[in-house]
């Protein structure tokens, strides 16, 4: 399947059907109803301009979003691609389109993200585009504390 995925700032429509996404298994990890925190600033509208933008599809339809955060010559990425889009190898056209809109739009150094260590898919796919681990850690976040994996990629 050849998808063209398009970055557009946030819209409350689309922030709003993001944070009614559900993740089958142990992936529900990622819906923003786990994490109060995530949920109130993907709702709030004085972030989206500033760092989340909506992927959407040729016929505009919602696939994904991201969160691009600078500091100083990183981007921090956070991003999710819808529920029903998953495993059918759109993983690495997606991030590419953030990664290029990110370099446009910030032109930074390097990028870094971190993933929940059980993500082996996630993990193996940031691997495959350029990066590596930095470091382990653990974060308190979805009502428990969670091993984590820094990643940064050179740009």
């Not at 959407?56 to 991003?79: H, N, Y």
């Not at 976040?141 to 969670?146: I, Q, V």
């Amino acid at each position: 399947m050849m998808v063209e995925f398009l970055l557009r700032p946030m819209r409350r429509e689309d922030a709003v059907l993001v944070a009614a996404w559900h993740y089958d298994g142990p992936y529900s990890f990622y819906d923003m109803d786990q994490d109060p925190e995530d949920l109130a600033e993907l709702l709030d509208g004085r972030s989206w301009e500033r760092k989340y933008r909506s992927v959407v599809d040729e016929t505009g339809a919602l696939v994904g979003f991201f969160c691009f955060d600078p500091d100083g010559s990183t981007v921090e990425i956070g991003l999710g691609l819808r529920p029903d889009l998953t495993g059918q190898g759109l993983g690495r056209p997606f991030l590419e389109a953030g990664l290029a809109s990110a370099r446009a739009e910030h032109r930074p150094d390097r990028f870094r993200l971190s993933v929940a260590a059980f993500n082996q898919r996630a993990v193996r796919l940031y691997e495959q585009a350029g990066f590596s681990a930095v470091r382990e850690y653990t974060q308190t976040t979805n009502g428990g504390e969670y091993p984590f994996v820094m990643m940064e990629k050179p740009v």
